[in-house]
């Protein structure tokens, strides 16, 4: 091959979309990410809020983390957009289902766009998978219905009962882990990224108020996540939404379009064990367990902590810090 013929092919492979060399996400310690920002609380007046209706946080290369602005809904659950080779996945869809008001499928295009010129390559197919059936998980799913490139895994679906199945979904070199994590909710998954060493749990686990309504379920499912993180190597939980302040015990009023003070969305993940220990002591009682980084409620309804105020907290675990 001459040299100018030598050039040419060099040119055409490198700016070509599709021909570039491929990331194998293969790596001996986790890919790096960054958590040093504050995500957006919401404001005292909510029909005064000026930030934007959605935050866009690129943890990674190929990693981002969205979040709901608190003013557009109170629950300010947290999204997760993640690339492969071939595919790309949205985990949770948010609470609010109007694209005038919480335009998720106009920001997730947007990003899209942005990563693949980055990365010099064609869109990826979009896979649009709600990590539970939540109204705060499912919202938006129509906002993602009959677009060509993108394909709904929605609760109750065939397809979904065939990911958990497989028990793995991969979006071209990056594999992720499905678990089955019934319990707060029945339609309940979570993902383990092994390239980035992130366990997303979703509504199963949170800085929150974890309201159980399947005991024994949800004592499995906290066993299955243990058992994982005593097998490989997890970095951050990654949860759907905050309700704790950083205040050890002290959550954020029910339905509070204004949260400073927010604990961290990253959770270690020795806190599973922490979870599955205070469940054991529950033993299927009517119990409130008040845990620094998370509240466990058993045999009650959210509403049993009205406007953040526990109606029944057992004496032995009071503390000056319970609302």
């Not at 990331?23 to 919401?42: K, Y």
């Not at 394909?151 to 678990?179: K, M």
């Not at 993940?269 to 009517?286: D, F, H, M, R, S």
Request: charged share 20%.
């Amino acid at each position: 091959m001459s040299v100018r013929n030598l050039y040419l092919f060099f040119v055409i492979v490198t700016t070509t979309p599709g021909l570039l060399a491929q990331e194998d996400f293969v790596r001996e310690s986790p890919a790096p990410g960054n958590l040093r920002f504050t995500w957006i609380h919401g404001s005292v007046s909510a029909k005064a809020n000026t930030d934007v209706r959605i935050q866009v946080h690129r943890y990674n290369e190929h990693t981002y983390i969205l979040r709901q602005n608190p003013a557009i809904h109170w629950e300010a659950p947290f999204m997760y957009l993640l690339m492969g080779n071939e595919r790309a996945v949205l985990l949770d869809t948010g609470a609010t289902e109007e694209e005038e008001l919480f335009p998720l499928r106009e920001t997730v295009d947007k990003v899209l766009r942005r990563w693949s010129s980055a990365q010099n390559v064609e869109m990826p197919e979009l896979l649009v998978l709600p990590l539970g059936s939540d109204q705060s998980q499912t919202a938006a799913l129509a906002q993602f219905a009959n677009k060509p490139y993108a394909t709904v895994i929605a609760p109750g679906s065939g397809e979904r009962a065939s990911l958990v199945t497989q028990q793995q979904l991969d979006l071209g070199g990056r594999v992720l882990s499905v678990i089955p994590t019934p319990g707060l909710d029945a339609s309940s998954i979570t993902l383990y990224d092994p390239w980035g060493d992130l366990l997303l749990t979703g509504n199963a686990f949170y800085p929150g108020r974890l309201v159980i309504r399947d005991f024994q379920a949800y004592r499995n499912s906290l066993n299955s996540l243990v058992q994982l993180i005593d097998e490989e190597s997890v970095s951050y939980v990654f949860g759907g939404r905050i309700e704790m302040t950083n205040r050890p015990g002290l959550d954020h009023r029910l339905r509070s379009n204004y949260r400073p003070g927010e604990h961290s969305l990253q959770l270690e993940p020795k806190l599973l064990e922490t979870a599955l220990q205070a469940v054991n002591l529950i033993n299927g009682e009517t119990d409130i367990r008040i845990l620094d980084d998370f509240i466990l409620m058993n045999g009650v309804g959210r509403g049993a902590r009205d406007w953040g105020f526990p109606v029944y907290t057992p004496e032995a675990f009071t503390t000056p810090n319970t609302r």
